[in-house]
Protein backbone atom coordinates (compact mmCIF):
# COMPACT_ATOMS: atom_id res chain seq x y z
CA UNK A 1 0.00 0.00 0.00
CA UNK A 2 1.44 3.25 -1.03
CA UNK A 3 2.63 5.70 1.90
CA UNK A 4 2.02 9.36 1.71
CA UNK A 5 3.79 12.48 3.62
CA UNK A 6 0.86 14.74 4.74
CA UNK A 7 2.69 18.34 6.28
CA UNK A 8 0.07 20.01 7.83
CA UNK A 9 -0.10 24.27 8.80
CA UNK A 10 -2.51 24.96 11.13
CA UNK A 11 -3.72 28.19 12.98
CA UNK A 12 -5.42 28.16 16.66
CA UNK A 13 -7.82 30.60 17.88
CA UNK A 14 -10.24 30.08 20.81
CA UNK A 15 -11.56 26.87 20.91
CA UNK A 16 -9.23 25.02 18.97
CA UNK A 17 -8.10 23.64 21.96
CA UNK A 18 -11.36 21.96 22.77
CA UNK A 19 -11.19 20.14 19.46
CA UNK A 20 -7.44 18.42 20.80
CA UNK A 21 -8.85 16.10 23.15
CA UNK A 22 -11.42 14.20 20.45
CA UNK A 23 -8.58 14.76 17.59
CA UNK A 24 -6.13 12.59 19.24
CA UNK A 25 -8.46 10.11 19.76
CA UNK A 26 -9.37 9.78 16.12
CA UNK A 27 -5.25 10.06 15.59
CA UNK A 28 -4.53 6.83 17.82
CA UNK A 29 -7.61 5.02 16.52
CA UNK A 30 -5.43 5.32 13.07
CA UNK A 31 -2.38 4.44 14.55
CA UNK A 32 -3.71 1.50 16.27
CA UNK A 33 -5.40 0.28 12.85
CA UNK A 34 -2.30 1.16 11.33
CA UNK A 35 -3.38 3.54 8.86
CA UNK A 36 -1.05 6.33 10.66
CA UNK A 37 2.61 5.13 10.84
CA UNK A 38 4.23 8.28 12.42
CA UNK A 39 2.53 11.49 13.59
CA UNK A 40 3.88 14.90 15.18
CA UNK A 41 3.49 18.29 16.01
CA UNK A 42 5.05 21.27 16.24
CA UNK A 43 3.33 24.37 18.60
CA UNK A 44 6.56 26.28 18.00
CA UNK A 45 6.15 26.52 14.27
CA UNK A 46 2.63 25.09 14.33
CA UNK A 47 2.85 22.53 12.16
CA UNK A 48 2.38 18.69 12.02
CA UNK A 49 3.82 15.89 9.90
CA UNK A 50 2.50 12.18 9.75
CA UNK A 51 2.94 9.27 7.35
CA UNK A 52 -0.36 7.44 6.35
CA UNK A 53 -0.98 4.15 4.57
CA UNK A 54 -3.78 4.61 1.81
CA UNK A 55 -5.22 3.94 -1.54
CA UNK A 56 -4.73 7.42 -2.95
CA UNK A 57 -4.34 10.80 -2.26
CA UNK A 58 -8.00 11.00 -2.41
CA UNK A 59 -8.15 8.74 0.46
CA UNK A 60 -6.07 10.18 2.46
CA UNK A 61 -7.60 13.65 2.37
CA UNK A 62 -11.13 11.70 3.24
CA UNK A 63 -8.92 10.63 6.48
CA UNK A 64 -7.70 14.01 7.09
CA UNK A 65 -11.34 15.88 6.85
CA UNK A 66 -13.00 13.37 9.77
CA UNK A 67 -10.39 15.11 12.31
CA UNK A 68 -12.10 17.75 14.16
CA UNK A 69 -8.95 19.90 13.65
CA UNK A 70 -9.27 19.57 9.64
CA UNK A 71 -11.35 23.45 9.83
CA UNK A 72 -7.40 24.73 10.67
CA UNK A 73 -5.32 22.92 8.40
CA UNK A 74 -3.87 24.07 5.27
CA UNK A 75 -2.35 20.63 4.22
CA UNK A 76 0.51 19.13 1.11
CA UNK A 77 0.03 15.56 0.68
CA UNK A 78 2.97 13.73 -1.34
CA UNK A 79 2.97 10.26 -1.96
CA UNK A 80 6.62 8.81 -0.81
CA UNK A 81 8.44 6.54 -3.62
CA UNK A 82 10.91 5.99 -0.58
CA UNK A 83 10.44 5.72 3.10
CA UNK A 84 12.82 3.98 5.73
CA UNK A 85 13.73 4.30 9.51
CA UNK A 86 15.27 2.15 12.48
CA UNK A 87 11.77 1.54 13.62
CA UNK A 88 11.51 -0.59 10.46
CA UNK A 89 14.61 -2.58 11.02
CA UNK A 90 15.37 -5.92 13.04
CA UNK A 91 17.02 -4.26 16.62
CA UNK A 92 20.57 -4.37 17.11
CA UNK A 93 21.69 -7.84 18.44
CA UNK A 94 23.73 -7.64 21.82
CA UNK A 95 25.36 -10.21 23.21
CA UNK A 96 25.65 -10.68 26.71
Given at each position: MPKYQVTIQFEMDEEFMTFVPPHRVYINHLINKGTIDYYSVSMESMRSWMIINAESKLKVEKLLERSPLH?????????????????????????N
Open positions: KYWHFEIDELFVFDSSSYRLPELVL
